[in-house]
């Protein structure tokens, strides 16, 4: 079995995002980034049925040149190779990453792609669902649990007010929800090993595709400061301020 499974790079949702002055992009000076939370997970998962049986994870990664370092984190956490599709500029919009995903598909084969739920610095949520239309493969999405067996894939999947199982047959496009797993932390012989681990590298401008963006961002602002707080004195003015201030009651 292969197994191609994706490694975003995004901006470490741990640290305060500024928004530039002329509204044109975030701030990117001094700014800490890392592999897509849900993406990690989805390595995670890879390397274990790696691991409960024969697999190769094949670890891409679809970014600026120092990508390469969210796709070695993959080859530290077990993948095999990476592929690495270099952007030079802007990144691509959800369907653009579907068609260089469909692309690279076309040319490895795999039986399994794993993918994030989502990216945790746009929210999309749109790359996986329109690669599945595009490769003409089952999705399923938002998995909390992944089965193999005889060429198929039994996911349970969240879906509001519970718990849905489905049977789709492989090849298919499965996304990774939080409860999927809980990612390991590579050892320090494997960060080693990882950088012995080929990186197939790959121009974006080299694989003919027209990537013309479906959507652009034409301003972003940061969202209203909100007001401190106020002490009061007593429940009779606390009153009053949420009636009259807040409008609350």
Do not use: W
């Not at 489905?166 to 950088?195: C, H």
């Amino acid at each position: 079995m292969k197994i191609l499974v994706t490694a975003k790079r995004v901006t470490d949702p741990d640290m305060k995002i500024k928004v530039k002055p002329d509204g044109t992009g975030i701030v990117t000076d001094s700014m800490n980034y890392k592999v897509n939370p849900f993406c990690e997970i989805a390595v995670e998962e890879a390397v274990r049925i790696k691991e409960a049986g024969d697999a190769e994870v094949v670890v891409i990664g679809i970014g600026p040149k120092e990508g390469a370092m969210e796709i070695r984190q993959g080859l530290a956490m077990g993948g095999d190779r990476g592929i690495h599709i270099v952007v030079d500029g802007d990144e691509p919009c959800p369907a653009g990453i579907a068609q260089i995903l469909a692309k690279i598909i076309e040319e490895e084969k795999p039986d399994l792609i794993l993918t994030g739920k989502q990216a945790v610095d746009n929210d999309a949520n749109q790359a996986s669902q329109i690669l599945a239309e595009m490769i003409n493969a089952p999705q399923a999405c938002f998995a909390s649990k992944i089965e193999l067996a005889d060429g198929r894939a039994k996911v349970t999947r969240e879906v509001d007010g519970g718990l849905e199982v489905i049977d789709v047959g492989l090849p298919a496009v499965v996304t990774a929800d939080l409860r999927l797993n809980e990612p390991r932390y590579p050892s320090l012989p494997n960060i080693m090993k990882a950088k012995r681990k080929p990186i197939d590298e790959k121009p974006m401008a080299d694989l003919g595709l027209d990537l013309t963006p479906r959507c652009t961002v034409k301003k972003m602002s940061p969202p209203p400061e909100r007001a401190g707080g106020v002490q009061v004195e007593d429940v009779p003015t606390l009153v009053v301020k949420l009636r009259d201030e807040a409008k609350v009651i």
